[in-house]
């Protein structure tokens, strides 16, 4: 930082970088990211699985709409952390790409072609005054020739991975994948992973009650939703 320079006067506006390059609206955006729930994606053998911790903050909520994974075509879905607000919105756009995709030329589109197409939304929304960067990350997998899932930030940083985490618990959720993933594992052993992987992120019970998982297989080339009693079944192996 410059001296004398004040940091109050570069969070202001979205467009104005502080004197050692730094965006705020961008930093506090991603802090928003980092207090939002922990979400994991994992690539096997032959597709994706998505996991998404729910906590419960009341009795009295409704479980069946407390959603964190939400398809965005047959063969592509997204889980989210941060602001699901914010998520809602660009899944919306998501679903609409990929459909006008499908419309005009007659195939599916490609995921890498959509989550490209969300993190030019979401760097757009860092570039202009009057506007906020959407306080969201999202994990987008899917099947194209093989398993695909990518990460993208609310600076609009796009990144593959084999298996990643974002929310509150990222750090320890990455750092026990990195040891235990292997690439040619099942579809079982994956999920198996991803709900050990949350488990080192919370003092809270891992179950159907507060986790929801989303995997697509290359045989069945679409995503389903885990009911909560296959969920359940995977737990008690975790």
């Known amino acids: ?61 409704v479980r069946e709409y407390m959603r964190k994974i939400f398809t965005i075509d047959d063969h592509i879905s997204a889980t989210a952390s941060g602001l699901v607000g914010d998520a809602r919105r660009l899944v919306d756009t998501a679903r609409m790409q990929a459909q006008r995709h499908k419309m005009t030329y007659g195939e599916d589109v490609m995921v890498e072609a959509v989550a490209k197409d969300i993190s030019d939304i979401m760097q757009y929304y860092t570039q202009y005054g009057g506007m906020r960067p959407f306080g969201v990350s999202l994990l987008m997998g899917g099947m194209d020739s093989e398993p695909r899932l990518f990460e993208v930030d609310p600076s609009g940083a796009l990144s ?36 050990k992987a949350l488990r080192k992120t919370t003092e809270e019970k891992i179950g159907a009650d507060n986790v929801d998982v989303a995997i697509l297989a290359k045989k069945t080339d679409r995503f389903a939703v885990l009911t909560p009693q296959d969920i359940q079944k995977y737990a008690a192996k975790a």
């Open 1 to 61: 930082m410059y001296p004398g320079s004040n940091p109050q006067a570069y969070d202001r506006a979205i467009t104005v970088f502080s004197p050692d390059g730094r965006l705020f609206q961008v930093e506090y955006a991603k802090e928003a990211v980092k207090r939002g729930a922990t979400a994991i994606g994992i690539t096997f053998a032959d597709g994706v699985v998505l996991l998404a911790h729910k906590p419960v903050q009341s009795q009295l909520l």
């Open 160 to 195: 593959s991975y084999k298996a990643a985490a974002i929310g509150s618990g990222k750090k320890e959720a990455e750092e026990f994948m990195e040891k235990e993933y292997k690439e040619n594992m099942s579809a079982d052993d994956a999920i198996v992973l991803g709900l």
